[in-house]
């Protein structure tokens, strides 16, 4: 059904935010909050077809370009789709979703400062939920997952499985994935621990959210790399924890040689073997140096190792965890970006004195990661599908890669820089000159289809530089043709 522009004007006209004087507030801005509310409130419902930006335009007296801007803002948020051929398309299901604003204040008097923490650093976060993969970053090659060998380990696990063996399971996981995963950082990573150390998870970010919930009080301080993931500034933020940062240069991360500035430190966030988003791998020089700073101030190491196999193909480097003398170091990783997101099964070392307290909490939130998934994933493993899988990955990503810096080399080199990474990883960063706006030309590419992440986002200081992180992996090599032609064109575009 579609909806008069009369109606649209009828709304408009009627609303206090548009009869407001203020001037202060744009135009547009006006237009986009009143049509949200009316998407929100039920009173243009889900499916119903928006005028055009042209025909609402007039009907309003106002430029197109005051309605472009605004129906972009709308799709941005998720409230809008626009295809070819299909006009605007209201994507709100509002049905049981009513958002009246007394109940918003309501909510706001009961939540938790914590609750509100966290409600309120949520644009911080990065959308999972893209219906697009072309260029997404963290996504390896999708296409190349051997399917039938894990479909293989299904079949042989519900063949024999017992109806006993239906119940529940241990917090930390089942023993012989622990165990194989144990025996696969040794030979890898060359990291010896424990079995009993090891916890399975469903990623990386459930991981950061229950350290910092063991160690972590109000204000307490959190050393990150900056700029970061925005997930890792955003779990963080959301505990109420106090961020500092640290400048990044081509040793990684610069690790402050005093401790006057540090009176509560407790924890401290590294990617040493691709900082994220800049590609920069941490000299041992640095990791020594942040291993001495934790013991000076009596702080924990997170070593989030979320890439190792792709950005460590030799399993050459050291790990902090396996320098760490001490024995305060958590280690970080998933199989999500090796194999497929959707297969939401990470693990963490956890120090052998914080053991417990995390099966106590784990027990109290998330018990386990599906215990069939596990037992599959370790057949799969033990079987040697891993090790093959991850040579084609490695293979594959970098023969990907070519072709995404091959196909944009008509790009405006004086606007626009690829930056040069040290190590294969899933992930390309380019970065603008000023004045370029990295959330426009998201916005702009999200409207072709394309996928890419705000490198400003990864910032948590007001120095912020704008680009955008793509990931080059996702996409067969025929398929990239055409998505990078429109990634060139859009981006060179935006300087014209």
């Not at 050393?223 to 997930?231: A, K, S």
């Not at 989030?304 to 050459?316: G, K, L, Q, R, V």
């Given at each position: ?8 004007h009828?709304?408009?006209?009627e ?7 203020n ?5 547009y ?12 409130n039920g ?5 119903c077809?928006?005028?055009s ?14 309605l ?6 709308l ?31 309501e909510?706001?008097?009961?939540l ?9 650093n ?12 072309a260029f ?10 051997p ?6 380990q ?13 119940s529940?399971y241990?917090?930390?996981?089942v023993?012989p ?16 621990c424990?079995?009993n ?6 990623g990386s ?12 009080d109000?204000?307490d301080q ?7 993931f ?5 779990v963080f933020k959301g505990l ?9 240069d081509?040793?990684?991360?610069k690790?402050?040689q ?8 407790k924890?401290l966030?590294?990617?040493?073997s ?5 590609g920069?791998?941490?000299?041992l020089?640095r990791k020594?140096e ?20 792709i950005n ?16 305060k170091t ?8 090796i194999?497929?997101p959707?297969i939401?099964v990470g693990y963490?070392?956890?120090p052998?004195n914080?053991?417990?307290a995390?099966?106590a909490l ?17 057949g799969?493993?033990?079987?040697n ?5 991850l ?12 072709k995404?810096k091959k196909g944009?080399?008509?790009l405006n080199?004086t606007?626009?820089?690829m930056?040069e990474?040290?190590v ?12 370029i ?11 072709k289809?394309?996928?890419?992440h ?8 007001n ?18 043709t ?10 060179n575009?935006?300087?014209?």
């Amino acid at each position: 059904m579609i909806v008069s522009e009369k109606i649209i004007h009828q709304i408009i006209e009627e609303s206090e935010e548009f009869r407001n004087p203020n001037q202060s507030i744009p135009l547009y801005r006006k237009v986009y909050q009143i049509i949200r509310k009316s998407i929100l409130n039920g009173e243009l419902p889900c499916n119903c077809q928006l005028p055009s930006t042209r025909v609402l335009a007039k009907k309003l007296n106002v430029s197109r370009s005051t309605l472009v801007r605004v129906y972009d803002l709308l799709r941005l948020e998720g409230l809008l789709s626009s295809k070819l051929g299909s006009g605007h398309i209201i994507s709100f299901n509002n049905i049981g979703q009513m958002v009246n604003p007394e109940e918003d204040s309501e909510a706001e008097l009961i939540l938790s400062s914590l609750g509100k923490s966290f409600s309120e650093n949520t644009s911080l976060v990065n959308s999972i939920d893209d219906k697009f993969i072309a260029f997404r970053p963290g996504l390896p090659p999708l296409d190349i997952f051997p399917i039938t060998q894990w479909r293989k380990q299904a079949n042989k696990y519900w063949q024999f499985i017992k109806s006993s063996e239906l119940s529940y399971y241990a917090e930390m996981g089942v023993e012989p994935l622990r165990k194989t995963i144990s025996s696969y950082l040794s030979l890898s990573r060359k990291i010896n621990c424990d079995p009993n150390q090891i916890f399975i998870v469903g990623g990386s970010l459930q991981s950061l959210f229950l350290i910092g919930s063991l160690l972590l009080d109000k204000q307490d301080q959190v050393l990150l790399e900056n700029p970061t993931f925005p997930n890792v500034h955003s779990v963080f933020k959301g505990l109420q924890a106090k961020i500092l940062g640290l400048k990044i240069d081509q040793e990684g991360a610069k690790i402050p040689q005093k401790t006057k500035n540090f009176n509560n430190l407790k924890l401290l966030h590294f990617t040493p073997s691709c900082h994220y988003p800049l590609g920069v791998k941490m000299s041992l020089v640095r990791k020594h140096e942040a291993i001495k700073l934790a013991n000076d101030t009596g702080a924990y190491i997170i070593e989030n190792d979320y890439e190792n196999e792709i950005n460590n193909p030799n399993f050459t480097d050291q790990t902090i965890y396996g320098l760490d003398k001490s024995k305060k170091t958590f280690y970080l990783s998933t199989f999500n970006r090796i194999l497929h997101p959707s297969i939401r099964v990470g693990y963490m070392i956890v120090p052998k004195n914080i053991v417990k307290a995390m099966k106590a909490l784990m027990r109290h939130s998330h018990l386990f990661v599906s215990p069939s998934i596990q037992l599959m994933l370790n057949g799969f493993i033990q079987d040697n599908y891993l090790n093959k899988h991850l040579n084609q990955v490695q293979k594959t990503n970098m023969q990907r890669k070519e072709k995404f810096k091959k196909g944009l080399k008509n790009l405006n080199s004086t606007q626009f820089k690829m930056m040069e990474f040290k190590v294969p990883s899933l992930h390309t960063t380019i970065n603008f000159s000023k004045g370029i706006s990295d959330s426009d030309i998201i916005l702009k590419l999200n409207q072709k289809g394309i996928i890419g992440h705000a490198l400003s986002k990864c910032y948590f200081t007001n120095t912020k530089r704008q680009g955008v992180i793509f990931g080059h992996a996702s996409l067969r090599t025929l398929q990239m043709t055409n998505k990078l032609d429109i990634l060139s064109e859009t981006l060179n575009s935006a300087v014209k």
